[in-house]
Each structure stands twice: as C-alpha cells, then as structure tokens.
C-alpha cells in the first residue's frame, strides 16, 4: 500500500545528522518544548521529535533558522504527531504536571 501523507510542506527542510552517537544537528524545528538531560522534545513540521539519551545538552539554538544542535549520549529518536503533545486526558503537558 502506497503511503499518501505530504511530506514536502512549505516550511524549512527538515534534516537530522548524527555523529558517533554523540552530536545530532536538527534541521527544520519550529519549537523546543522541553528539556533536561535525558530527553529533548522538538516541535517540526513533520511531526514532534523526541530525543532521549545521557547527559543531553543543548549546544546551539536559533529557531529563526530551525537549528538545533545536541551534545551527549544519543540513544532513541521517535517521532509522533503533533496531537499527541494535546491528545486524550491532556497528552503530554498535563501528564508532566499530575
């Protein structure tokens, strides 16, 4: 079965680089909607990416351009729909707070 979703949106490309499981650069992020050094949560057009790994650290920002540069431990990155940063029983955020 052929997959329809658009994936050429008007925004930014939006591209991702690892190095050695050490530095990912991110292309394209609209929104940092949270981090510490476990886990960096990135708003793209494409969808939210989640970041986890060990001693995350946010070396360089400039989401007038949607770059975004990590250093540390890179272990997992999954992407979800935006939804689900607001979905059932509050997503996310809520979930964060109880």
């Known amino acids: 079965m052929e997959d329809k979703r658009n994936f050429s949106r008007a925004g930014k490309p939006h591209n991702i ?3 050695n499981r050490e530095k990912i650069s991110i292309s ?6 949270s981090f510490d050094e476990e ?3 990135l708003e793209t ?8 790994g060990q001693g995350l650290h946010i070396n360089k920002l400039n989401l007038d351009d949607g770059q975004v ?3 540390g431990e890179i272990v997992n990155l999954n992407y979800s729909d935006k939804g689900g940063l607001i ?3 509050g997503g996310f955020i ?3 707070f109880r």
């Open 94 to 96: 809520s979930r964060m």
């Open 39 to 41: 886990t960096v949560i």
């Open 17 to 19: 680089t690892i190095e």
């Open 45 to 52: 057009d494409l969808g939210v990416l989640t970041i986890r």
């Open 87 to 89: 979905g059932k029983s």
């Open 28 to 33: 394209g992020v609209t929104n940092v909607v």
């Open 69 to 71: 540069s990590i250093d």
